[in-house]
């Protein structure tokens, strides 16, 4: 099995293996990692806003697909060609317009499937913005 992965770890392999997420800034960074769960903060700029005054939908699914793959990561170590099977979202309320904090804890792992709950919360107000559950594929260890 590999080496598990801490906070460290984690960000720089986000960093070296897929610098697009934070090219214009950082904006998603890995806070808290442990076995069976990952913690990433959303520092949004005017790119991940929308009209309304609010952060984006596509910006909460990259927050709860990130944080996902890093609570996979965490446990299993640095796999890049695990990849997201299926994700879905459920936006429950118009987050406020400030820092976004996500939650993910692996539900099952699996050898070739790990599945993850993710809960996206608004740092200012506390409150609950959106659910997800995500399924990777993790391609086979030796």
Known sequence: MATMMNVEALSAFLEREFPQVNADGIAYTVTDAGVGYAVMRLEPSVKH????GTVSGPTLFALADITAYMAIL???GPV????TTNLNINFLRKPEIGSIEAKATLLKLGKRLAVVEIAIISVISGELVAHATAT???PPRS
């Open 80 to 83: 890049a060609l695990a990849v």
């Open 49 to 52: 806003l929308r009209p309304g």
């Open 74 to 76: 965490a446990q299993i």
């Open 136 to 138: 990777y594929s993790i």
